[in-house]
């Protein structure tokens, strides 16, 4: 390698055009050859911190010659993956599209054609391989050497995106394989499971982000994340059923080229079965249908796939699609129905939500009564009014959407509410959105105790034993309306009340004692302020460091934009703790002009001071390790580790003040080892150094 890392440089103000221009080249080179190492091979050969002098020095000579800014600059890329959008990553064999059959009859003719392209005799059956099609997105994970060398999308078949990064952030997705051929191409699906979806959209919801329409949806979202922390943040889970480039065959049929995966560690997609005719496969494809509701993922079909390899090499392709599959693909789940009437949900940020009340149906086994409408926009567009008679389909298997009107019902058009349902507050709709919204604040009921179950709730003040039930109970009975509130509660206030026993009464008020200490990222995200998530409170929390750092900053970001409405591209012009605000990493205007507006509210000023009063919030933690076992200690992580991701592990043993490293040494300290644990393991050894398994690791640093 070159040079470029030594600290005795030319300064940069001393280059010449010529000068820069080639240590910019070597940079972009030496780079790139760094990142590889560390992020596909796991195998660094120079220390982060000299890593960052040459990234460093890169930023400094671009800085000084803008114009020398080279397309394959590292600037613009994050470790293994592009910054403003993902690398492209050409496919050794094309990822392959499907062909279709909507009937019995394409079914037969599938099989047919294959049968005549074969040319097989009549006594000569044809097995097929019939498997669910997952409703998610296909990737392909290369392996060398039984290494995970990268992970690509689909794309256009023939060229995807680079998804290695996120895609390592999988619990199904192994790192390394043990037995597999040299090279190696897995394909699958990654999907999200219904439960996981649902239970993410109301994560989703209740933070004030964005939900998705389906899990489909959400997982393509999910993983198409130029950070992988919010990939590895959210369920997702990866089937494999095919492989590409391959240095040695799986097996002789597709069914033991299945099991050679499930061997190799990859989930399968279920219920898989080999049939011998085409009754067989299509009573097959009528079992699956049965069962559609009751998995735990979305499926759009069945594939049928021509069991031995032989033949499917024989039979080969058209156009973009195997001839030797085809999808048989379920009818959409729909049904019609009577809308009873248009009602209106009011959730935690105020937000109105029309709903749907139907006259119960069943769709695909479930039954259904009830079908958001989004929105007054979606109301006009589909032109239902009460009494109508609609179609309705359930997307992506789980939420119910009003397709179309069937027949008009006759009644009156729909009239969005003017005021509040929950409170009677005057409700507006903001230019450019399309929600309205109750002004009520923390007076309305619906978003009063939707606020407060926020508030509770795991991921902010995770008191136990204050229930969805208790605490509209407690709200109903005056007990609890802010959430200061929920520490002045006393045993007397419980005696006596249905359901409640001393002991639960005791648990209870333990668990909230054990909460009035709460660090400041807990705090910011329990008060739930549009579009203030739980990642968004950790960055607040760590910029600031303190409480008090913290509101008098927002205070001022508040009267900055009190002064200036009207600027809405530069945050500068608005003030410059305002400016401070959204350049902290993903902080945008949207959630500056919403803590602005939090801040604004005198309410919100109430809420925060008696919660001042009670509670003490702790700064976040900088990585002050005293009393940490492993403070100043070298660490190295190797294999593949079952109880967290490596990114997380590596967190975590920095915050604790030890040094992570990717090679291992005379130096090293300690060698974490996981599962299918390579070379590293080997020197450890060598070398003498502690060898710790994952659990051994995390007892270490829980004892801290
Ligand atoms: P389509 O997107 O309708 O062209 O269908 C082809 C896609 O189905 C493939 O690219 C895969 O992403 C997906 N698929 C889901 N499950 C399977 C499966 N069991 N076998 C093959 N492809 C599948
Ligand atoms: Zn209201």
Redesign the pocket.
Known sequence: MSETGSPNLKPVADLNENEARRELAQLAMDIAYHDARYHKEDAPEITDAEYDRLRHRNEEIEARFPDLVRKDSPTFRVGGGLKSGFGKIKHVRP????G?AFSDEDVAEFVARVRRFLGLEGSEDVEILA????????ASLRYENGRLVYAAT?GDGTEGEDITANMKTLKDVPHVLKGAPEVLEVR??VYMRKDEFLALNERQESAGNKVFANPRNAAAGSLRQLDPNITASRPLHF?G??WGDVSAPLGATQAEARERLAELGFSL?HPAKLCVSVEEVIEYYRMVDHQRATLEFD??GV?Y?VNRLDWQERLGQVSR?PRW?I?HKFAAEKAETIIEAITVQVGRTGKLTPVANLKPVTVGGVTVSRATLHNEDEIARLGVKEGDTVRIQRAGDVIPQVLEVVTDGGGAPYAFPSACPECGSDVERAEGEVDWRCTGGLICRAQAVERLKHFVSRDAFDIEGLGTKSIEEFWHDGLIRHPADIFALKAENLNGKEGWKDKSITNLLDAIRDRTEIPLDRFIYALGIRHIGQTTAKLLARSYGSYTAWENAMHAVSAERKANPDEHKKPELIGTHYAELVGIDTVGMTAADSLAAFFGEEHNIDVLASLAAVLTVTDVETPSTEGSPVAGKTVVFTGTLEKMSRGEAKARAESLGAKVSGSVSKKTDYVVVGADAGSKAKKAAELGVAMLSEDDWLAMIQAS
């Open positions: 990822m392959l599209s499907l279709n498997e669910p099609k997952i409703d998610g997105l296909s689909r699958g699906e089937f059923y095919a997609n499926i759009d594939v796939k699609a599959a999808a």
